[in-house]
């Protein structure tokens, strides 16, 4: 039996990290609620209560936001990729500008006198070179479907993981994030795999055949596919690399990989390649990269230009640095750099990334740069120092969780005259401002955004030393 219904009223008035929009109702509870925009008032449907706060979506807007606009995707509400689709691009912008100085501000108690615009993005869809999907046999049900209490449908799925739910695919026929050659190579092969019985995964009980689909474009509106399997079925395997040849010559790199796992992870797969060229081409500006099946690199290639550009901006480099350019992943940054300083020395924990970034340098004539495999809290110390000598110019690109102390106190002990750091998240780069604060002050700072419709932010800021 379906429990009964609780609905609320709730004036909307922000956001929170993790994009859903926050609000009170009228006897003052705070509630998280998907799929309103700040200034909206809704009526919204409670689901849960998760550590205190209810969470809940829209019902009916009973006064829609001046910021309100009409997604323009067809999956929006259920697919969770774009959860901003339905706030206007400028109120996107001026939000992700507020997050930064709320950061700097309350984390970093630094002046925001050296913020600059936010750099915004010209494409504010099919911005992205990479998307994942995942086959399931357990399709997220549209809710009229459920209504009609259907049951006897075809459950079949290739699309996102429906946000909450572990199990969950909601089934994509188009996606706004990548050019459409990525909406045309999916809904071909799944349409194939339909037409020829073959199983897609059933993660409950860990059967079927068809895992997941990696499509990486570039460009030239060509792309690698990489596609993972449950077993090695040759003749299957072959039949479906043969459907695509015969039917997207834009495909220029396939490859697949068997995963008898229980969970979906590529980096512990071996990839194989089917046809083509090992790897996929791409440019930023001058500086060529190869991206392999399981290469990481920046997704917007586009706003990568501009965020590259800043950082070269930024450094004023004048020909002689020494450049360490920490948290490197396939070198992209220092690669693009290079022709513009001494040297280069990257450092990366992932062994593949770091193969890639030789094998970028290559591509790109460079005998100025060297990269070495692991953990910078390791590598970066005076053995380094001695071999590399002292950096001019210290370019630090980490994950999420920001730079660890010990690695901020040796960067303070190397002396630069220059830290460039960028960032996924302005959170823990403005705890690392305030370590750096007692040696480094900010000179410049520049929000940019690189995933217009989701709530990611990126920044760049250079550090001068005091
Ligand atoms: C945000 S990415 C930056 C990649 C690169 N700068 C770029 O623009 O393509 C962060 C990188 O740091 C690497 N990483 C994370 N923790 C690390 C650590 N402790 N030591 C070395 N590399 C690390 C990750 O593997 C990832 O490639």
Not at 20 to 25: L, M
Not at 120 to 130: D, G, L, M
Not at 295 to 324: C, D, I, W
Request: aromatic share 10%.
């Amino acid at each position: 039996m379906r429990r009964k219904e609780k609905l609320v009223t709730v004036q909307l008035t922000g956001l929170t990290h993790k994009g859903e929009s926050v609000g009170r109702t009228e006897e003052g509870v705070v509630v998280f609620v998907q799929g309103g925009v700040p200034g909206d008032k809704a009526i919204v449907s409670l689901a849960r209560k998760r550590k205190g706060v209810w969470n809940g979506f829209v019902k009916e807007i009973l006064t829609e936001s001046q910021n309100r606009v009409i997604p323009v995707c067809q999956h929006f509400n259920y697919c969770g990729g774009c959860s901003w689709q339905n706030l206007s691009y400028p109120a996107q912008l001026a939000l992700k500008e507020k997050v930064v100085i709320d950061s700097l501000t309350r984390i970093a108690k630094v002046s925001v006198n050296s913020l600059e615009p936010i750099l915004a993005c010209n494409q504010e869809y099919y911005y992205r070179n990479k998307l994942e999907f995942t086959f399931s046999n357990r399709r997220w049900l549209l809710p009229e479907e459920l209504q009609n209490d259907v049951i006897d449908v075809n459950k079949n799925a290739l699309g996102f993981h429906r946000p909450g739910t572990f199990d969950k695919i909601v089934d994509i026929s188009q996606c706004h994030l990548q050019i459409d050659l990525s909406n045309q190579i999916r809904n071909s092969l799944k349409n194939y795999c339909l037409s020829n019985n073959l199983s897609f995964y059933d993660v409950k009980n860990h059967v079927g055949f068809l895992r997941n689909l990696i499509i990486k474009t570039n460009e030239n509106e060509q792309a690698l596919v990489l596609i993972s399997f449950s077993e090695d079925n040759q003749s299957e395997i072959q039949s479906i690399f043969s459907f695509l040849k015969n039917n997207f010559p834009q495909i220029c790199s396939a490859y697949y990989a068997i995963n008898t796992k229980k969970n979906d992870s590529w980096f512990d797969l071996q990839c194989i390649k089917v046809y083509g060229e090992d790897y996929l081409l791409t440019n930023l500006h001058h500086a060529k990269y190869c991206i392999g099946p399981k290469s990481f690199f920046q997704t917007n290639r586009l706003q990568a230009e501009q965020l590259y550009a800043l950082v070269k901006k930024y450094a004023e480099f004048q020909g002689h640095e020494n450049v360490y350019d920490l948290y490197c992943g396939v070198g992209s940054i220092g690669i693009y750099l290079a022709d513009q300083v001494k040297n280069v020395i990257g450092i990366e924990e992932i062994p593949e990334a770091i193969d890639d970034a030789k094998i970028n340098a290559k591509l790109n004539n460079l005998t100025n740069c060297s990269f070495l495999t692991g953990d910078v809290k390791a590598l970066l110390n005076d053995e380094l120092k001695s071999k590399f000598g002292a950096p001019d110019v210290v370019i630090v690109d980490p994950p999420r969780v920001g730079i660890h102390p010990d690695v901020i106190a040796e960067i303070i002990n190397f002396a630069p005259m220059k830290i460039i750091y960028v960032s996924c998240n302005p959170s823990t780069a403005a705890r690392d401002f305030a370590l750096f604060d007692e040696a480094y002050q900010i000179e410049r700072l520049r929000p940019v955004d690189m995933f217009p419709m989701t709530n990611h932010i990126e920044l760049v800021s250079i550090l001068i030393r005091r």
